[in-house]
């Protein structure tokens, strides 16, 4: 079944493909949820609720552009949602501002790592840096995209994304070293 | 300087010139090129990676989103539906019961000698006078009799041979085996029966407590049992001139023979025959006491919750209908009480 008949199915209510299209995406959205949220139970419930509006929201697709990339919109805005009522993000923006904090070696690490070890390094990182480096690194947004959803300013973004690589980088280096 | 020379020589000077980047811009770059290097280390590593999410997320999301089912808010709504039915199944079981007598102490029964339980009839040692039984044919007892059929009270004399499990009867000068056999020997409720005056069968060689004699003779309670006790010789006190209006139709006096008989359901009665002049009261004797079950009264309040039509005598266990049916002087009169 092709795509456009997979949506066509959904938006007649068939079960089956509603179920196929939960399997077609779900891991790689749970996977989308887990870099934003620490918790699993917390991630699955975005995901839970992604869904939701991924089939409720479904006859606004226009099929213009990427259906996954559609879905993985709608799933990273949950995630941001969850991410508020979860974790206070505001405060994470204020800490970790010492010079301390900044890269002080160069990530040598390669593409060796695991996924769930790149996925825990990246939940090691606090909230606001973990937030703006998946919004431009992973997802692709600009910084005043990011400083709109996430409601701070686009220098804030910048420097956070900063913050963020710099630990990882750092992190990284332990972790290759060690 | 002519002009194609000035352009030769800048092409000259700079064209093959390498100017070497200062030191801070050779930093920026490298950290650019570093998080590139990083962000792509995480788009490659985690972008096509996917997790499995649990089974339960995707029951969830069917059952609260997608096909989101009355039935499971059902249970919460059927929880107060189911008690309210049972709350008002149990009022009316207990309403009706306790209006029917079941829970009526044994003492008050009319049929049971005093100082003595109901269930006499099994004994060896017959009590001396049975408070259901008539065994004086005198005259006020007959208009006693007419009384009882107009009023369509139970009233049974049993020959030995209606045995049956359906018929309950019994007759006063019935043989000791008979009267072992069927213990029971009235039948009415013991509510009215206080209402009514004394029973002539209550001539007993002791004087008896008002409430407990002839009153209460042919009235007793279903449940209770009494027995009146079976006496091997025919019945010779006279009732008291004072009592002549017993309602119950416990007493014969005339040598016509009055014949109730109350059965479970609403077959016509067999004829009996009763050689006897004495006429005692009669209750359907329960070969155990009906119990309320709870497989029952739950099925009743489902009905109840779901409209369907509820029996109270499924949930009680109890015969749907009774048929009393009182046969005097060519007479018969019949009653069907449905519960």
Known sequence: ?178 | MASDNLDDLFRQQLGQHATPPSPELARRLAELAEAERLDALFRTGLGSHASQPRRAVWERLEDEHLRPQPRRRRPAVAWWQLSAAAVLLLTLLAGGLWRGGYWQPAGGLASQPTGTESAGAGRSTPAPVAAGVTRNPQPATNSLAQDTTKQGLAQAAISPSKKNQEIISRQATGTPASSSSNPIATTTRPRRAATVPQAAGSSQPKPRPLDAAAGQLATTGRRNSPASQPTPTPPTVPAPAERPSLPVAAMTSAPEIIEVEVRRGNAPASPATVSAPVVAAVEPAPARRPRLRLGSLLRQADHLVHGEPVSLAEATGLAETVTVQARFGGRTLSKTIQL
Not at chain 1, 43 to 48: K, N, S
Not at chain 1, 149 to 166: C, D, F, P, V, Y
């Open chain 1, 1 to 178: 079944m092709t795509e456009p008949d997979l949506i066509a199915a959904c938006l007649r209510g068939d079960p089956r493909a509603q179920r196929q299209l939960y399997n077609q995406f779900a891991g790689l959205m749970l996977t989308l949820c887990r870099r934003y949220l620490k918790r699993p139970e917390d991630a699955e419930e975005a995901l839970l609720l992604g869904f939701a509006k991924v089939f409720q929201a479904l006859p606004t697709f226009r099929q213009e552009g990427s259906f996954e990339g559609w879905v993985r919109r709608i799933m990273v805005n949950q995630a941001l949602m969850e991410l508020r009522r979860r974790e206070p993000l505001h405060l994470s923006f204020e800490d970790f501002a010492q010079p301390e904090n900044l890269a002080a070696t160069p990530a040598t690490a390669d593409t060796q790592l695991q996924a769930d070890e790149l996925l825990a390094l990246l939940q090691s990182l606090p909230t606001g840096y973990r937030t703006v480096f998946n919004l431009y690194a992973l997802e692709g947004y600009s910084h005043p995209e990011i400083a709109e959803a996430l409601g701070i300013t686009e220098g804030t973004s910048k420097s956070q994304l900063s913050k963020a690589r710099a630990m990882l980088q750092r992190r990284l280096h332990v972790v290759m070293s060690a």
